[in-house]
């Protein structure tokens, strides 16, 4: 059994309907923009017929940068930065799903992550880490050799939900001007410019 970590962004929307994860798992940890990416994933899993799960556990106060409403950490490589955050996801997920029957965790990450724990040398450690524990679950990021622009290309994503997703770091609404608003705008403008077109 697969599942996917869900944040409600373009790159985990993709990924859900590209391969049909069992079930897709969102997590509010604290993060400013939790009750966007909840409402986003939802939504989402609902239009496209997948199954989605919750998990709530306020970490706020180990956060830091613009998601926590802090100042960045040292070494950060970006305002967002939240300090070993994919390996807490990826280790909540586990230990909700593993005793469910799941194998497989699958993780969002593309080619333009700027962030450590978004590249391939942590999803090959951070798998191993997992693979030799009870249960065997295995780590994953299927789109890490695309950018985001390909990955919605290549999972066929329709352009008809992409009003159900979000990419604010800031806000339970898009602000419009965070990194993530910025990037959702430019790869939804890259991918999808003829069909705005036709829609206006």
């Not at 997590?27 to 709530?56: F, N, P, W």
């Not at 590249?119 to 880490?129: E, G, L, S």
Request: hydrophobic share 45%.
């Amino acid at each position: 059994m697969k599942a996917l970590l869900m944040s409600g962004g373009l790159d985990s929307a993709a990924l859900a309907h590209w391969l049909r994860p069992d079930i897709c798992v969102t997590i509010d940890y604290g993060q400013i923009s939790a009750k966007g990416e909840m409402a986003a994933s939802a939504a989402l899993c609902t239009a496209m017929k997948l199954v989605h799960r919750s998990i709530i556990i306020n970490l706020s106060s180990l956060g830091s940068g613009s998601m926590a409403g802090g100042p960045t950490a040292a070494g950060a490589a970006a305002p967002e930065f939240w300090p070993y955050r994919n390996q807490m996801l990826i280790t909540l997920a586990a230990m909700m799903l593993m005793p469910e029957g799941v194998t497989e965790i699958m993780v969002g990450a593309v080619s333009t992550d700027r962030h450590a724990d978004g590249k391939a040398p942590f999803f090959r450690a951070i798998d191993r880490a997992l693979s030799l524990q009870e249960g065997g679950v295995r780590v994953t990021a299927p789109a890490r050799h695309l950018s985001t622009p390909s990955l919605l290309r290549k999972s066929a994503f329709p352009y008809d939900l992409i009003g159900l997703t979000f990419s604010c770091h800031v806000h339970e609404f898009a602000c419009g001007q965070c990194g993530g608003c910025l990037k959702h705008r430019e790869c939804v403008d890259a991918v999808y410019s003829s069909a705005k077109g036709r829609a206006t």
